[in-house]
């Protein structure tokens, strides 16, 4: 009996995971890691939400199995979210679906529009499951940056023109994870436009589409004319409201994708919990307060970040949008590569961050750092890293970081 399984072999040893279980085994030791590797929000959602989970939580009638796509109260949340925040118009019942989480959206999209051997485009670096819900269902994926310039539409340009057979989908994400890069409303016309003329399907993560900085709101895709011919968008609960471990997620867009993914989870899954879905539209449709004061937190976050790292001796990027910075290894450790300077940052500087070949090859030389730690943690961070800097005989400023 052979344990060569077929989807297995189609998965490469998740790197990142190496590092996750240094960290779990350092602070099962009792050491102090501040872990700027998952991107887990550190603060709770609004208190209604959490009243609204127990109150329908003590229901006698809630807890049997809920909806698939999702109840139609939270349904119409979305479609309303969408009309409030990009001025887009959906139908509930045709163009939404709820999901459990972006993950499992992009997954089950991929289930019910992938055949073995289509060619999907995917950026590189990218969050794994915009390439891996592909593979696993039997995909092979041909690579493209993630810089959306000139150059992003030239590779689009020579994947269309070489590649056999002729991709059939393009994942874009923007606010990227992991490069926390953004893009215009210029840039999704331009997308829909070849999207029409190639023939292809887009699937845009818009997970971050609130946490945005310097005054630059996030568009959507669906906000071009046409856009819901070609496009579906997911989006999550988790980062704007902090919600992240109850898995809501939502798929909007075009209504022949929309149903297959539909068709594809009614054999899958009963939908989430009916208490969560119930709470998640009580986030959607009440005080939006947390929406304004998350953004202004990881704007905070981000400035104090890229400040005392700087003042430590290592220069990041300073990220427009996303809870994210992606940040260059230092020149003098370049050599080391993103796993193993990821490992020697856990070791010796007890800051934990995800090495950016986990997100791809072309995210070597790259580390992801979540600002999910407080500011008075993040300059202890600074000040761990410069010692650590110091030890490896980079040169930092005399100035005491943090």
Same mark, same amino acid.
């Given at each position: ?245 109850? $898995? &809501? ?6 209504? %022949? #994708?929309?149903? *297959?993914?539909?068709? =594809?989870?009614? !054999? /899958? ?98 580390? $992801? &750092? ?6 008075? %943690? #993040?300059?202890? *961070?600074?000040?761990? =890293?410069?010692? !650590? /800097? ?13």
């Amino acid at each position: 009996m052979s344990d060569e399984f077929y989807r297995m072999k189609r998965l490469p040893p998740y790197v990142i995971a190496e590092v996750n279980a240094m960290r779990a085994a350092a602070r099962a030791g009792g050491e102090d890691i501040i872990d700027l590797g998952m991107g887990n929000p550190d603060l709770p959602p609004p208190a209604h939400v959490i009243d609204k989970l127990i109150e329908v939580a003590q229901k006698p009638d809630a807890h049997g199995y809920s909806q698939s796509k999702g109840i139609p109260g939270l349904r119409r949340a979305q479609a309303n979210y969408y009309g409030r925040r990009f001025g887009v118009e959906l139908d509930p019942e045709r163009e939404v679906v709820v999901t459990m989480g972006s993950k499992e959206g992009l997954a089950s999209l991929a289930t019910a529009i992938t055949a073995p051997g289509d060619v999907v485009l995917a950026p590189n670096p990218s969050y794994p499951i915009h390439t891996f819900g592909f593979i696993l269902a039997g995909a092979t994926i041909r690579a493209v940056p993630t810089t959306p310039d000139e150059r992003y539409f030239e590779s689009l340009e020579r994947a269309m023109a070489f590649t056999v057979p002729r991709p059939s989908v393009l994942v874009v994400n923007y606010p990227s994870n992991p490069t926390a890069e953004t893009v215009d409303l210029a840039f999704y016309e331009r997308l829909v436009a070849f999207a029409k003329d190639q023939g292809l399907w887009i699937l845009s993560d818009l997970a971050y589409s609130e946490l945005y900085y310097d005054g630059h709101p996030t568009p959507s895709i669906l906000q071009v004319k046409g856009g819901k011919d070609v496009a579906v968008e997911f989006t999550s609960l988790s980062k704007t409201y902090s919600m992240a471990g109850w $898995r &809501i997620g939502f798929a909007v867009g075009n209504a %022949r #994708l929309i149903a *297959a993914m539909t068709r =594809v989870k009614s !054999y /899958l899954d009963y939908g989430a919990f009916t208490p969560i879905q119930a709470a998640a539209c009580a986030a959607l449709n009440g005080p939006q307060d947390i929406v304004e004061a998350n953004r202004l937190l990881y704007h905070k976050r981000r400035d104090v970040l890229v400040e005392c790292f700087a003042r430590a001796g290592w220069d990041i990027p300073q990220p427009r949008a996303s809870m994210f910075a992606w940040a260059p290894l230092p020149p003098a450790l370049a050599h080391l590569g993103s796993l193993e300077f990821s490992k020697q940052l856990l070791t010796h500087a007890k800051v934990a961050v995800a090495p950016g070949v986990g997100y791809g090859e072309n995210g070597e030389g790259h580390v $992801r &750092i979540a600002m999910v730690e407080n500011e008075q %943690r #993040l300059r202890q *961070a600074a000040r761990n =890293v410069r010692k !650590y /800097l110091q030890s490896m005989g980079v040169n930092t400023p005399a100035a005491n970081a943090g």
